[in-house]
């Protein structure tokens, strides 16, 4: 049903630090381009930050130079290292291919940035 799934969300404090990882269904991210999104409450999904295949990366302003996206192309696995949390990084975040494709969602995993 799922194609990815995402782990290592949890409740943080400001300033505090995350790292997220994505589990991929075999070795797509190796021929196509991974992201990270993310959905605040009442808001809408929104791209975060991307990988190219030949590792290039891009963020959205709001978290570029505190978030670093990677992968590991012998685990199949992408990964979100997130610093300097702030209240309004609060969201259920997700990995996909970029651009994304429908059935590729999975049901993501919750940050919250809290004191």
């Known amino acids: 049903q799922v194609q990815v799934v995402e782990s290592g969300g949890d ?3 400001p300033g505090g630090s995350l790292r997220l990882s994505c589990a991929t269904s075999g070795a797509v ?17 929104d791209l975060v930050a991307m990988i190219t295949t030949d ?3 891009r963020y959205t302003d709001s978290v570029r130079g505190r978030f670093t ?3 590991d192309t012998t ?3 992408v990964y979100l290292q997130m610093n300097n949390l ?4 609060t969201a259920v975040y ?3 291919a970029y651009p994304a ?4 969602w999975g049901q993501g995993t919750p940050v919250t940035v809290s004191m």
């Open 29 to 45: 991210f190796k021929v196509i381009n991974m992201g990270w999104y993310r959905q605040p409450p009442g808001k809408q999904r």
């Open 75 to 77: 685990k199949d696995m």
């Open 69 to 71: 996206i990677s992968k």
């Open 11 to 13: 409740m943080v404090q």
């Open 86 to 89: 702030r209240p309004e990084d």
């Open 55 to 57: 590792n290039n990366t």
């Open 94 to 96: 997700y990995c996909n």
């Open 101 to 104: 494709i429908g059935m590729y």
